[in-house]
């Protein structure tokens, strides 16, 4: 039987539902763009709990602050934490809860993704799924319940087929009349332009099934893309990184009271230590610059501000040392002479009132910048205001720019003290502007510009129209199948043409409706005879015994019918206490329940392949060696590497450069410089930080150096790279 115009919609649109499922909750594992985690640790509290269930996406890009999964070349495990540093194209990690850096790094292509969002809890039951034996389990159930709703319905089947038998029998022995309807019988007759009129044009739905199809997809997927498409803006409102650019330069210069061999030149320079004893004033400049490709103008105002701060933070005081001037065009500058008389005066009167004798002070030396203008004609309103500190005592004023300290375990290359002093002294930011992109949807990993889905909502829109055209061509040159024809193939009847019907044997008895005869013919397993008597058609069925004739449909007498009114064969057909068709009836009624246990099969079956597939599929993201504290006993031993699993550590121990530590059973962190660590303890794990490590262990130690070429270990009894 032809499917049904809303079967074959059904079908298309399950199958587009689950095509665009698997493109966005696809397992990487098997080919989709989806990686499944579950949580293992503390590391990342409060974000992440231990048996969250996380899903990780790739991502075009990686950015400083991004939580993503990697594949961590000494852990040799996926490591799920927040990205700390990126330099020379290798990732730096760290966990939220940790205090030290995760040792190693990684390259691009040992990330696996980025954090795309997680469910609380839900990891514990997906690793309960994960045991194969659990897995066996739950795919042992689903299979015995499918197998049960096959069985159910085979016996059922056999029931029904028992009952349609008994029923015919039934219908057919109340069945008397042994007269041939002649044509002026007006319940019998046919019109021999039947065949004629049966070429009517079929209904639209009614046509080749492939074509139906191709127009359901295409248009499906056109209504999609339009109503995406043209429902969503082509530009949406976003900004434009690095548009401006706000840069400064500090100086400052002095002249010493008499000549000195302190300073050899006669002048003080920007950098030189400053001697409150050779030098009165000191001239501070700051020269400001503004930058950009764009179309842009800008103004505003320039000042100099000094802030002295007392070394514990409880005294401070600002004052501005140089006025608000104002300016126009990229650059500006801003000076002023500093007396140091007036501010060792100041100092002195706090260290006398506060008793803090000794004290160390700071004094920041700030513009403070209000830039307004416009980029690109888009307006910008900014203010740069950077530092130049200064540690002052009762003796000396010098510059205070210290190199932050890498943190425990980091094995990236630290800013150096200069590096520190030049961004000092020469410090930039910048800027972004409000500026129109391209819109685009995400689907799955994709970014499609939604322009792109508006011209291929398009052209699909064209392809149905066409498909629609074709499919309606094909259907009216197709033959439309006789009210006698449907109905013999749905009850698998075969209609043989004849010449003339052969005299009957025995008794000829009159079948009401075609129908009738179909299932008498179902039941005999005999075709249908079919031939043209008397001007009229006759469908008759041979027995042994007896023929079983009927009349075929008089299309004139059934149109011309009162809209209320069908014709014999079509009420039989719609109801259902009679006749084959009433038993169809029946037995739709019959198989609901069957119908039932099928969906519920396939919805078992669904959930364990979906249930399996990410619980097989799932990696544990955070390795349980990572821990939240690693000061206090115990806690080191949590956040040793792999490697080092089987030794038992207590304590923590750092250094950098040449260092030495005679402690045992204890985790010893390395820096990224070039370190020499002298262990003497026993049982330790010892990771050097990346660089030109020299490590000297014991025999029970384990060391994980490198990857840097020329890291070199002596004694240890395993080496990592």
């Known amino acids: 039987m032809r499917s049904s115009p809303i079967r074959i919609v059904t079908s298309v649109v399950g199958v587009m539902i689950l095509i665009m499922v698997w493109l966005i909750f696809g397992p990487t594992k098997v080919g989709g763009s989806t990686t499944y985690s579950v949580t293992d640790g503390i590391s990342m509290q409060p974000l992440l709990h231990k048996g969250d269930l996380v899903l990780v996406r790739e991502q075009p890009a990686y950015r400083v602050g991004d939580i993503v999964l990697y594949q961590s070349p000494v852990l040799h495990t996926p490591v799920l934490h927040r ?240 006025p608000s001037t104002e300016f126009i065009g990229d650059t500006a500058s801003v000076s002023t002479d500093l007396p140091l008389a007036g501010l060792y005066t100041l100092l002195n009167s706090v260290t006398n009132e506060s008793g803090a004798a000794g004290a160390t002070y700071t004094v920041d030396i700030q513009p403070v910048v209000h830039l307004t203008g416009s980029v690109d004609g888009r307006p910008i309103k900014q203010k740069f205001s950077p530092v130049l500190p200064f540690a002052v005592t009762s003796s000396l004023l010098r510059l205070d720019v210290v190199a932050p300290a890498a943190p425990p375990g980091a094995t990236y290359v630290p800013a150096t003290a200069d590096s520190s002093l030049a961004a000092a002294l020469h410090p930039s930011d910048a800027g972004a502007i409000a500026h129109e992109v391209a819109n685009e949807l995400s689907v799955a ?68 409706d075609f129908a009738h005869l179909a299932g008498v013919a179902q039941f005999l397993e005999r075709p249908i005879l079919y031939a043209v008597q008397d001007g009229g058609q006759i469908y008759a069925v041979d027995d042994e015994t007896r023929r079983y004739v009927t009349p075929g449909i008089d299309r004139r007498r059934r149109s011309a019918a009162a809209p209320d009114e069908q014709p014999p064969d079509e009420v039989t057909e719609a109801s259902p206490a009679s006749g084959p068709v009433g038993i169809n009836s029946r037995r739709t009624q019959r198989s609901r329940s069957a119908i039932a246990a099928r969906v519920g099969a396939g919805v078992v079956l669904l959930a364990v392949v979906a249930t399996l597939t990410v619980s097989l599929t799932a990696n544990s993201s955070v390795p349980p060696s990572h821990a939240g504290r690693v000061q206090i006993p115990g806690d080191a031993n949590q956040a040793s590497p792999v490697g080092c699993i089987g030794l038992s550590l207590t304590n923590l121990v750092t250094g950098s450069g040449t260092f030495s530590t005679a402690a045992s059973n204890v985790l010893v962190l390395g820096t990224a410089g070039k370190d020499t660590i002298n262990v003497t303890g026993q049982n330790d794990c010892i990771v050097g930080g990346g660089g030109k490590d020299r490590v000297t262990g014991r025999a029970s130690d384990i060391c994980i150096i490198g990857p840097t070429s020329g890291a070199t270990y002596t004694t240890c009894v395993t080496k990592t790279k």
């Open 445 to 512: 990993k994709y970014h499609v510009p939604i322009l792109a889905l508006r011209v291929l909502g398009i052209l699909l829109a064209l392809v149905a129209g066409a498909v629609a055209v074709i499919h309606d061509r094909r259907r009216r040159r197709g033959h439309r199948p006789s009210d006698e024809e449907r109905i013999a193939r749905r009850t698998g009847a075969l209609i043989v043409p004849v010449a003339a019907l052969p005299p009957a044997a025995q008794a000829t008895i009159t079948v009401p």
């Open 83 to 322: 990205i700390l540093r990126i330099q020379n194209g290798n990732y730096f990690f760290k966990g939220d809860n940790n205090s030290f850096v995760d040792p190693g790094y990684a390259t691009r292509g040992e990330l696996v993704g980025g954090l795309w969002f997680h469910v609380s809890g839900v990891g514990a039951v997906v690793g309960w799924f994960g045991v194969p034996a659990h897995a066996a389990l739950l795919a042992g159930v689903a299979t015995l319940t499918i197998a049960l709703a096959g069985t159910t319905n085979g016996r059922r089947r056999r029931r029904r087929h028992h009952h349609d038998h008994k029923s015919r029998r039934t219908k057919m022995a109340k069945t008397t009349s042994i007269n041939v309807p002649s044509r002026s019988d007006p319940g019998g007759g046919r019109d021999p332009d039947r065949d004629i009129a049966a070429r009517r044009p079929r209904p639209y739905f009614d046509g080749p099934t492939s074509t139906l199809v191709a127009l359901a997809v295409s248009l499906l997927l056109a209504v999609v893309l339009l109503t995406t498409g043209f429902t969503q803006p082509t530009r949406r409102a976003g900004s434009l990184p690095g548009a401006f650019r706000q840069a400064g330069t500090f100086s400052y210069s002095a002249k010493p009271n008499a000549p000195t061999s302190v300073y050899p030149t006669g002048i003080v320079t920007t950098g030189d230590p400053i001697f409150p004893s050779l030098v009165d004033t000191v001239n501070v400049r700051f020269g400001y610059r503004f930058s950009s490709s764009l179309p842009h103008r800008v103004q505003g105002t320039v000042e100099l501000r000094a802030l002295v701060l007392s070394q514990t933070n409880t005294w401070s005081e600002v004052s501005t040392v140089a």
